[in-house]
């Protein structure tokens, strides 16, 4: 069987993402984190994982380091790779939203830290609204505390970090679920392999969006 190269995000994606390919029917063992191991082979389904940032995957696949590869929508929007988009696998669902301190009366040229520049910039293009945008790295909901950003762009999953900073969700961007990409020329060479995982994938993930049976009243 051909090995298929898959990059694969570490953090909080990985355990959903791993399950997800073992209700494919891939024999794919659930302590690939637990290592310090970069590039993990499992013949047995065929594929060898290499360990990424979250952030870093869609450079693999874009460059054809990898073949495939699991990605956040926030980093395909951000980045505009070149590679392609083949599934929706719904999960780490999230969303990217403007963040704020209640009440904060913002100085006419807004000022906004995020991790995500280029989505952040076209958000308040589209609004004609003039706005500084500050890249940081992490610990974003810092900025408007500390008076480095009156807003910051960033994600929301459970909202627990905005609640616990005292700072308010003022408005949703988009959601944001995990994607399974490809690089192009994998995509061609390696077709079959490829279409293989995503129809076994596309089976788990429509299962999982049955609705709940109707509720029969006696
Ligand atoms: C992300 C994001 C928020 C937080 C949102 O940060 O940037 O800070 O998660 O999650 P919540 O709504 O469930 O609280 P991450 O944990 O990736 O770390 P970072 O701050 O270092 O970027």
Known sequence: METLKIAMPKGRINRPAIKLFQEAGFAVPDDLEESRKLIISVPGAGFEFIMA???????YVEYGAADIGIVGKDVLMEENRDVYELLDLQIARCRMSVIGLPDWKPAINLRVATKYPNVASQYFRERGQQVNV??????????????????????????S???????????QIFSITSRLIANRVSYRMKNERIQEICDKLQDVISGREQPAAPRINA
């Open 53 to 59: 940032k979250p952030v870093d995957v869609a450079t």
């Open 134 to 159: 500050i890249k940081l790295n992490g610990s974003i909901e810092l900025a408007p505390l500390i008076g480095l950003a009156d807003r910051i762009v960033d994600m929301v999953e459970t909202g």
């Open 161 to 171: 970090t905005i609640r616990e900073n005292g700072l308010v969700e003022m408005e």
